[in-house]
């Protein structure tokens, strides 16, 4: 019996269809999807995974670049309570290998295109793929192994099936905080209340135009501001990759309000647009806003008015995004700001106990944003949602105002442009090398991109010879590529804390270690 009480992001699609027949909902290069489009088009995808055997608790991985089909398939999966997996097309051979081993999806959809070498490898390291169906998704071939074929296969009927809104819909894997990635599980609660609550931030809306321009393996692109936009009836355009001359076009033909684009990408637009003079008047400066140096509107959203978009703000993937934004409650003394209404914040001991107004301690977080834990990692999740609170391994402090000040993370995070990496996953990495002994990992200050990464290395037996590019191009073929040491520093051993630890600090100080996220300046958490 369907429950009366109960919404998911498949029934999201389905009141669309009836209440925004006319409006688009998703734009990739020559594709347009009205409501009702896409909502057929989900309905045939959903049952023919239903056809393969995909139900309740079931995976989908996406390998492959941005893409339309990545709604569909979260669409699809929402109608049977399975969950989807956007991959990282940036990953090595072996990291994919191990996603498709942890995650175990029924289903692989796969994208040829300059990461189709990657996937044979990855797919020949496990002696063909797990046993899971595998789909090429950019071709226009006929064949039975291609997504459109198999979607054109599945019935356009709705089964309506009556679907948990806990269950988790979107699995994102983050960075290796233990020295290998966990697949965070976000519910439909999860979203749904990310997107009311972002859109409320945001001034987000049925009129809204949002270019996906980021990495949609990343929370970022989701909550500013694909699934607001999602929520709210409005336009998702979405483009493969960025390229700042294949964007201003694309922004003045869509009549974007919204786009997630970092800083250098935003400098080449103003640049290329004083020349091309494409009128951009729809588009507002949610992030980044001073960069854009008048070329477009001012944003006047409670999101850029109170600092979200400069950066005030704390969240993580675990807690769908943003947890703690300058948006709610106005600005005050703490650099993260104060928790939205889905979420209810605490600063813990080692204990569980409350802190003291101005007392450092761990950030933990309850509410609907807070997600469901890591896909296979029991251990890990007994031990994070300890004392009935999700610990987010992050330092803050409550100040006297009420606002949250984020004061740096108790595992050790670097910084590069909008990407985490633990040097705990690096480090693992250089230390597989048969010449290395040991390694550490620390950041270097880079102006434009945040922090370099540095590896301090300790060669072993067998070591003489190696070199720093040695070392480099180890962890080029093993690890995503912006993960790997930028220079490698060689010394006879590692300082020690007095708990025998390495000691970061140390190596900080002397080869110029520094702006860590939240330590050195202001921000968000990971």
Known sequence: MTSTRRITIGDTIREHRRSLPGR???VDGPVRLTWPEFDERTNRLANALRGVGVGPGDRILWLGQNSFRVYELLGAAAKL???????????AAPEMAFVVEDFDPRVVVWQDEEIGDTVRKARAELGGGQGALWLRHDTVGEGEDTYESFLAAGSADDSGDDI????ALLVIYTAAITGRQCGSMLSHRNLLAMGVCAAWMGDIGHETAFLNSGPMFHIGNYQFWGIPAFVHGGKNVVVRRVVAEELLPLLAEERCTHAYLMPPTIAQLVALNKDA???????????AAPVWQGTIPTDTSRFTRNGGGEGKGYGQTEVTG???TGAFGGTGTGNAGRPGPFVTVRILDGQGEECAVGEAGEICVRGDLVHLGYWNRPAVNEERFRFGWWHTTDLGRREPDGTISFLGTTTRMLKSAAE???????????????????AAVIGVPNERWAQDVKAVVVLGQGGDGVS??????????????????KTVEFIDALPRTAAFGKD???????????????RDSLGAGR
């Open 504 to 518: 970061y600090d140390a190596l900080d100080a002397r080869f110029g270690g520094g702006g860590y996220p939240g």
């Open 24 to 26: 688009t909902a998703l």
């Open 164 to 167: 948990d809104p806990d269950a």
């Open 277 to 287: 003079g494409h009128d951009l008047s729809a588009m507002r400066a949610s992030i």
């Open 322 to 324: 943003f947890a703690v």
């Open 420 to 438: 985490n990496i633990f040097p705990a996953e690096v480090e693992n990495c250089i230390e597989s090398h048969p010449g290395v002994k040991e």
């Open 468 to 485: 720093a590019e040695e070392i480099i191009e180890h962890c080029r073929a093993r690890i995503a590529s912006y993960k790997k040491p």
């Open 81 to 91: 309570g399975a969950m989807v997996c956007p991959g990282y097309w940036r990953w």
